[in-house]
């Protein structure tokens, strides 16, 4: 069953975390970095370990290309009620996604749109 109050709140969490943990032009550097993968590459090791020691403001950007060579811009968050938050940036738009249930960033489980907006 869904909770809209909780989700709405999450939704709120989350998006003030990704703008104060420096996903915006101009500000600092993720907290466990920011990474550019090309096709076939995978999230360095010491970001994921320092993902898997998180805590509520630490924050991962990553950067990968579609087939179009468009840019994909993903940033992983630590959930406040637990799991992991991705706000995914493509081609003008925006979702964002709670996984409740993430044991890492490379092992994120079942995910939950809480936004989309182009």
Do not use: Q, W
Not at 31 to 60: K, V
Not at 72 to 96: D, L
């Amino acid at each position: 069953m869904r909770h809209p109050r909780r989700h709405a709140g999450a939704l709120l969490i989350a998006l003030l975390a990704l703008s104060a943990a420096g996903c915006a032009p101009g500000e600092p550097v993720p907290s466990c970095g920011a990474f550019t993968l090309d096709r076939g590459e995978s999230i360095p090791r010491e970001a994921l370990d320092c993902m898997a020691e998180a805590d509520e403001d630490d924050t991962l950007k990553v950067t990968t290309l579609n087939r179009e060579g468009v840019p994909i811009v993903t940033t992983y968050a630590t959930a406040v009620e637990g799991g992991i938050v991705m706000n995914v940036e493509f081609g003008g738009g925006t979702s964002i996604y709670l996984c409740p249930d993430a044991d890492s960033v490379a092992d994120l489980g079942e995910c939950e749109e809480l936004h989309e907006g182009h």
